[in-house]
């Protein structure tokens, strides 16, 4: 069965901080990656997604960054947090593509303040 | 602008009721439309994919129409649960090679007993 698993499950910084979410899918090889970003009370909106290893496309600019170092690995980060990146961060995966179903994260919850 | 309008904005229902909500979207591509199930602060959990020009789907309890020619589309959840309470999130994908997704701000569904 494959497991998505994201950390930390909340934290509380600073702005101007640096920040590193991380995000690891085990029991499936080559899955479609995807990062998405929820203010409060807000949309969901797509952040970045990744279809291999050491590729990343971004679909909005918001300050941050992704990378994806290992085939089972999406990392979110960012060298200077602004208020405005507090939120709910999903991450999710894919196996086929761009109309497969995504299979979402437990999420994790920033407050930058 | 919103490309992806869902309404009602929020629902109350008796359990045991039928309920429809409605997703109006100007995102072009509209490759596919998918409605999410989203407990607060979880994840999202798919429910149905639409494909077709005219499309219908059944899951369970839950149904779905859309027509591409009006971009729009509906979800019935009929027999309502407590469980069903939540937010179910329009998303219209871009499809082919684009793997970019717009959401809609969703409608929260309350089921009271």
């Known amino acids: 069965a494959q497991t998505i698993h994201q950390w930390p499950v909340a934290e509380i910084k600073a702005v101007g901080s640096p920040l590193s979410l991380g995000c690891t899918i085990k029991?499936?090889?080559?899955?479609?990656l995807y990062w998405y970003w929820q203010a409060t009370g807000g949309t969901l909106q797509q952040l970045f997604y990744?279809?291999?290893?050491?590729?990343v496309e971004s679909v909005v600019q918001l300050n941050l960054s992704a990378s994806r170092p290992k085939d089972d690995q999406f990392i979110l980060s960012t060298e200077k947090l602004l208020l405005s990146h507090s939120g709910f961060y999903l991450c999710?995966?894919?196996?086929?593509?761009?109309?497969?179903?995504?299979?979402f994260g437990p999420g994790t919850r920033l407050l930058v303040l | 602008k919103t490309q992806v309008e869902q309404s009602p904005q929020s629902l109350v229902v008796r359990q045991g009721e039928n309920c429809v909500l409605q997703?109006?979207?100007?995102?072009?591509?509209?490759?596919?439309l998918r409605w999410f199930k989203q407990d607060t602060g979880k994840g999202l959990v798919s429910l149905t994919v639409?494909?077709?020009?005219?499309d219908k789907t059944s899951n369970g309890r839950y149904s779905a129409t859309l027509d591409k020619d009006a971009k729009h589309s509906t979800l019935h959840i009929t027999a309502t649960l407590l469980d069903d309470t939540a937010t179910y999130i329009c998303?219209?994908?871009?499809?082919?090679?684009?793997?970019?997704?717009?959401f809609g701000k969703g409608t929260l569904l309350t089921v009271t007993p």
């Open positions: 999710a995966w894919s196996l086929w593509g761009a109309r497969d179903t995504q299979y």
């Open positions: 029991g499936k090889s080559s899955p479609n």
């Open positions: 990744s279809i291999t290893v050491g590729q």
């Open positions: 997703c109006n979207y100007s995102v072009t591509p509209d490759n596919h």
């Open positions: 639409l494909v077709d020009q005219k």
């Open positions: 998303v219209v994908g871009a499809g082919g090679s684009n793997y970019k997704l717009t």
